[in-house]
């Protein structure tokens, strides 16, 4: 299966409480992993206040969360 990397192509699944600690996970497993504008390890936020980070599964499908209702 191709990876996908055009993050508008993107499934958001979850809000998480702790943005920094979904991204020490996601580093502990090397999985890669990106602010919305392409910036690798980071964190983006909205203009709405919203955190966000992008992140691919093993297939290569890109998987948005944030911390709607926790910020």
């Known amino acids: 299966m191709p990876i996908i ?3 508008n192509h993107h ?3 979850f809000s998480v409480k702790d943005m920094n600690t979904l991204i020490e996970r996601l580093a ?3 999985t ?3 602010s919305w504008y392409g ?3 980071t964190k983006s936020e909205r203009p709405d206040g919203i955190n ?3 992140f691919q599964d093993p ?3 890109w998987i948005e969360a944030n911390d709607v209702g926790f910020q």
């Open 5 to 7: 990397t055009n993050e």
């Open 11 to 13: 499934m958001a699944f």
């Open 28 to 30: 502990g497993k090397n």
């Open 32 to 34: 890669k992993r990106e």
């Open 39 to 41: 910036e690798m390890t």
């Open 52 to 54: 966000q980070i992008c």
């Open 59 to 61: 297939n290569g499908y």
